[in-house]
């Protein structure tokens, strides 16, 4: 919790003593796979989401086999504090060999669920691969080099580093930065969110959160205002018709989009689930000539 007083431009004034980071939850994964299997029944793009439930089903297994891992030491956590430094930089943290142990893990479970011809070939693919290479590709996923990257194999990969910054996350838990120096990244890991959650109930009531697109922690941000370049000016909305539950917030400023989830209007939602689900969003932005702030790891640019 923060007792700092945080300026919320939903309800336009100054409320002191709210949630300013809601830490990842060990079921984030169990959770997405639900809401994947009960989105995947007849919609248009039934057999991607059958296929990212059963790769969240594999995520959550991974995660709760993972040892304990090893964190940076408490004077670098009280230094990323002090100065609102993510702890877990992707750009800075040295990655261990444990996230391909996770992949290894994703993998076996996904054989074990019996996938299709054309992903298990993926699954032997990825085993195939020398370490070196699979260091490259992660290397390259979470600099958003994607043209780098193999597509089919990427959604995998992309999982297995979500498994791995997700059990450091919840290692921390509230020890992490809660006030990032970029308002627009994550304070655990430095990553670009996936969506944005008006949240429900007791002092998030009606209060965004961004939910970040590696590690699932989530942190405060205002409404009305561009997560990508903070300006408040030239914001707009787009919606599909089957849903108001799901808005796209759009900054004439820099360009960019962010998906909105309204819990009050829809309790249901699950952020990465949900974003897969409603692509035909992204395709409606997209052709507005706006452009994704953050990734979905689980369906990136170019994935079957």
Request: hydrophobic share 45%.
């Amino acid at each position: 919790m923060s007792s700092d007083i945080i300026s919320d431009g939903s309800v336009g004034g100054q409320i002191p003593d709210i949630p300013a980071f809601r830490p990842v939850h060990a079921d984030v994964f169990a959770e997405r796979a639900q809401r994947l299997h009960a989105l995947a029944a007849g919609h248009a793009f039934e057999h991607y989401l059958r296929f990212a439930a059963a790769l969240a089903r594999a995520q959550d297994d991974a995660l709760h086999s993972l040892p304990i891992l090893a964190l940076p030491d408490e004077g670098t956590l009280s230094r990323c504090r002090e100065h609102g430094l993510p702890a877990l930089s992707v750009d800075g943290h040295r990655r261990t060999p444990v996230w391909r142990d996770a992949l290894a893990q994703i993998a076996t479970r996904l054989d074990a669920d019996g996938v299709s011809a054309p992903v298990a070939k993926v699954i032997q693919r990825i085993r195939s691969r020398p370490a070196s290479e699979l260091e490259d590709a992660g290397a390259a996923l979470l600099e958003g080099a994607y043209t780098e990257l193999d597509a089919a194999e990427a959604p995998i990969i992309g999982a297995a580093l979500q498994v791995y910054w997700a059990k450091m996350a919840l290692q921390l838990g509230q020890s992490a930065t809660a006030h990032p120096a970029q308002i627009g990244l994550c304070p655990v890991c430095g990553s670009h969110p996936v969506v944005s959650v008006i949240r429900i109930g007791g002092a998030q009531q009606g209060l965004r959160y961004l939910v970040c697109s590696l590690c699932a922690s989530e942190w405060h941000m205002v409404r009305v205002k561009c997560s990508a370049c903070g300006s408040t000016k030239g914001i707009s909305y787009f919606n599909i018709a089957l849903s108001e539950a799901i808005k796209a917030e759009c900054c004439d400023q820099c360009k960019t989009y962010l998906k909105i989830f309204y819990l009050e209007k829809d309790t249901s939602l699950v952020p990465a689930a949900d974003d897969i689900a409603s692509l035909a969003l992204d395709l409606l932005v997209d052709e507005e000539g706006y452009n994704r702030i953050g990734p979905n790891l689980l369906f990136l640019p170019g994935s079957p």
